[in-house]
């Protein structure tokens, strides 16, 4: 097993008196999927903001490729090569694939400067073949594409510009069960191609197939970080959905209910 | 995983693509229009009428074209049309009734139209207002300027004697000029409405800056988030209409020699009118400069075609009302067809 990209160590973070993360403990290695999974409220992403340099933490230790950071902004985190992509996925929906691909950072050529139009457009086309999507035309504007292949833009986009750690925020929360296949698809992509992935999710199922490695947050504390050989299926919905409160509440609405 | 690409690889079809572009309604439209006023005004395709309407397209168009710019990145400016008339007064009051050299004077418009452009800008990005009414503000600062002041230091609100100045032929050629083109005269305004498309196209779809302006008026907080300097392209834009509105005051200036207070206020609209034509969308993000150029394209021709065939001048204003509904109307069927989920 190859040295973690990314380990944790106790992490915790506190707002004024309010504990919102603590003892979090997990790794994340190259060519694996860090599946992070909790309930609303449970402290998913006071965690990714940390991972993703967003705030700083107060409390354990935080190691890339095994040297401990304080990091202080996105920034700090993009250069250490982890790279967010969040739920709104910052693209801009009237312009086309290529040009959303490299906004804010576009190839430049020539005397004038003009963009490199050609390079922009190959890239595109070779960086989402890359990840299995055929693009029918790069030309046409994001906003016609599905919130899947948006998603895989967005990410194929973080791959290129150099991230060796993909923080992948709830993906799959507002797509059907179809948009949510081909994304789960991407992100196993990701993985093959080497790259270290934490996947948040509050879904287990979507969790299970891809994650290598699962973290199991509840009101802000750990109450599970596993490789997946330790991992049944029903045990990590168990432990998500609060077994014994689970067992309650169907109790509870199974009753009144005809048989 | 291997990276062959199933077979939906195919490339749109070319008349798609054609289709796509948002100016295609405004050529259409432009087409229809030439065509109806050769029709039924037969001075309309002489030498010397195609003269007259490209010229009064072209002091149009330049605003047009730089109002279309300013729209896609998100943002009106409603003092676009107070500034041509305020940068032909300054230079106008400067040099008759201050003796400044002319080409001094010139150059101090220009100063003093980006630094407002500038001002425009910063208002907009620094307070978050609505450009709608920091431009506004602007717009009734410079009408009141325009009439008030020059009315109390130069005691009148029309420039008189400007041919009179010393050096003022020297200018001339450069913004009021004409040449001589297979038996018609065409102004030297043309040739700038002409360069100026074609920079505002260059830079819109070839440059980092047309990326910019695309991303700030489509999507302000991805544009933001991806890196995008959004202040800076914002106030350049501001600064890019107040540019276009010196330009088209110098023109007006050494066109007629004489400039008035009240010389392009009511304007903007027009400019507008042509940008959304043209293809623009209000709510930003979409929209061409050649667009634009085709909207003004078609003003300057139905204004001197409804005059040409002999017919009251005012329903020129009720052809501009049809003309704005219908672009809007199509304008807005475009975008939903972009924006639509597969």
Known sequence: ?259 | MTTAAPTRTTTTRASTRVLRRPEVGAAVAALAVLVFFTVVAEQFLTPSGVGTWLNSASRFGIMAVAVAMLMIGGEFDLSAGAMTGATGLLVGVATTGYGLNVWVAVVLALVVALAIGALNGLLVVRTGLPSFIVTLGTFFVLQGIDLALVKLVYGQVAVQGFSDVPFVDSVKPVFGGTIALGGASISVSVLWFLAVTVLATVVLLRTRAGNWVFAVGGALASARATGVPVARTKIGLFMTTAGAGWLVGMISLFQSSTVQSSTGVGDEFIYIICAVVGGCLLTGGYGSAVGAALGALIYGMTRQGVVYAGWDSNWLYAFLGVMLLAAVLVNNAVRVRAERLR
């Open chain 1, 1 to 259: 097993m190859s040295a973690p990209l990314i380990e944790v160590t106790d992490l915790g973070k506190t707002y004024g008196s309010v504990v919102a993360l603590r003892g979090v403990t997990t790794s994340v290695r190259a060519g694996e999927v860090t599946c992070v999974l909790g309930d609303n409220g449970a402290g998913k992403s006071t965690f990714i903001k940390i991972l993703s340099g967003a705030h700083q933490h107060s409390e354990g230790t935080y190691l890339v490729d095994g040297v401990e950071q304080h990091m202080s902004s996105p920034r700090d985190a993009l250069a250490l090569g982890i790279a967010t992509v969040y739920q709104d996925l910052a693209v801009v929906p009237l312009m086309p694939v290529w040009r959303n691909f490299f906004l804010g950072s576009e190839p430049r050529k020539g005397p004038f400067r003009m963009l490199d139009v050609d390079l922009m457009k190959r890239t595109t086309r070779d960086e989402m073949a890359a990840m299995g999507i055929a693009l029918r035309d790069v030309d046409q504007p994001i906003g016609t594409l599905s919130g899947g292949e948006r998603q895989c833009v967005a990410i194929a986009r973080a791959v290129h510009f150099g991230a060796r750690v993909l923080i992948l925020d709830e993906p799959t929360a507002a797509l059907g069960v179809k948009q949510s296949g081909v994304v789960l698809r991407y992100v196993a992509q990701a993985r093959e191609r080497g790259l270290g992935v934490v996947f948040i999710t509050h879904n287990p199922h979507h969790a299970y197939p891809v994650g290598d490695r699962f973290l199991v947050l509840r009101r802000g504390e750990s109450i599970a970080d596993r490789p997946k050989a330790e991992m049944t299926r029903d045990e990590l919905v168990t432990l998500m959905s609060g077994g014994a409160e689970l067992d309650a509440l169907e109790h509870e609405l199974g009753r009144g209910r005809p048989v």
